[in-house]
């Protein structure tokens, strides 16, 4: 992650805090999706969830974060701050709840910025949960029987 990512985070922690929520961990396989978006978003002059050439949103962060068990994303476009795409982001009911939804504890933060294009700078944020670890199961024990 870049400095002005790591401080949209660092924003948005502190926004779950205050609402009693767990922080967000970056996760390198949530980042490398949302950088995937981000970059297809400046590249390709379009702005939009699902990717420019049409496939899904959720495909994409399937294809980088396996298994699942839910996924989100935010995107924005044109904010030149951290402060900006984080009070943007939270001014969207939709956005917000994103950010506030208490079993994420994932996420991926991207920024590519690409002068003359139509927007110069676009975020996507993505948001993950992995099924809970299924315990292994513990060894019977082994009788104790007295060896001679």
């Given amino acids: 992650m870049s400095d002005l990512e790591r401080k949209v ?6 926004i779950r805090a205050q609402h009693g929520l767990s922080v967000l961990e970056p996760d390198p396989r949530l980042q490398r999706a949302a950088a995937h978006h981000s970059t297809d978003m400046a590249v390709s002059r379009c702005f939009q969830h699902d990717d420019c050439d049409g496939g899904r949103w959720s495909e994409r962060i399937q294809a980088h974060y ?19 795409v984080v009070e943007g982001w939270m001014r969207s009911d939709v956005h917000r709840a994103n950010i506030l939804r208490p079993e994420w504890r994932g996420t991926g933060i991207s920024l590519v910025s690409l002068p003359g294009s ?31």
Avoid: C, K
């Fill in 9 to 14: 985070l660092a924003q948005i922690n502190q």
């Fill in 66 to 84: 396996p298994r699942a068990q839910r996924i989100a994303e935010n995107i924005a476009a044109g904010q030149d701050s951290a402060g900006a």
């Fill in 118 to 148: 139509p927007y110069g700078h676009y975020w996507t944020q993505t948001f993950g949960t992995l099924p809970a670890p299924v315990p292994l199961p513990m060894p019977e024990r082994m009788s104790r029987s007295s060896a001679r």
